[in-house]
Nanobody, 116 residues
Framework: QVQLVESGGGLVQAGGSLRLSCAASGTISSITVMGWYRQAPGKQRELVAVITRGGITNYIGSVKGRFTISRDNAKNTVSLQMSSLTPEDTAVYFC??????????WGQGTQVTVSS
């Protein structure tokens, strides 16, 4: 089992910045990809950014150039640095970890609200 604990959500004004963090614990030796998803009210959950153990990243088009995902394998953490935030970024953000064999683990979610 893998447990994911998120932190860093909150309220920001448009144009501001926020940093989300996720710490993994438990049986973490087989974790491959980690990433961040988000779900806005009335919308489907969508991938925001992912990162492999080797540091290869991928982003949804709307956040490229504004968000940066990073990973510390030694500390078993993944972070999402968000800048130039807009109200469209308002959502619950979830940390996700994949294990070998495609098992998935999710964090509890943290609310990000961007005011106009």
């Amino acid at each position: 089992q893998v447990q994911l604990v998120e932190s860093g959500g909150g309220l920001v004004q448009a144009g501001g910045s926020l940093r989300l963090s996720c710490a993994a614990s438990g049986t973490i030796s087989s974790i491959t990809v980690m990433g961040w998803y988000r779900q806005a009210p009335g919308k489907q959950r969508e991938l925001v950014a992912v990162i492999t153990r080797g540091g290869i990243t991928n982003y949804i088009g709307s956040v490229k150039g504004r968000f940066t995902i990073s990973r510390d394998n030694a500390k078993n953490t993944v972070s999402l640095q968000m800048s130039s935030l807009t109200p469209e970024d308002t959502a619950v953000y979830f940390c996700k970890a994949n294990q070998l064999g495609s098992r998935e683990y999710w964090g509890q979610g943290t609310q990000v609200t961007v005011s106009s």
